[in-house]
């Protein structure tokens, strides 16, 4: 069996368990629009925000250093070949 196998069913379990709380919290506020109720959610649920900042913020931080060095590269190989 291949390792990416068992990854790729633990991502899908992932995001079903997101979608289904997403979804369920949605329906709630949408169902029974009120103050009271929408602090009761975020009391119950900060935590999942909170993973999703976790999760988020270093793919995120990582995309955004190799756009960076991508440009920097391209800027370097610019001025190697460009001369005037």
Do not use: C
Request: charged share 15%.
């Amino acid at each position: 069996m291949d390792d990416s196998d068992g990854v790729g069913a633990a991502w899908a379990v992932i995001g079903v368990m997101v979608a289904f709380k997403l979804g369920l919290t949605l329906y709630v506020l949408v169902a029974y629009p009120s103050g009271p109720n929408l602090l009761a959610n975020l009391a119950a649920n900060w935590y999942w925000l909170l993973a999703i900042v976790v999760l988020v913020t270093p793919p995120l931080i990582f995309w955004g250093r190799l756009v960076r060095m991508r440009a920097k590269r391209a800027k370097l190989q610019r001025a190697e070949w460009h001369v005037d």
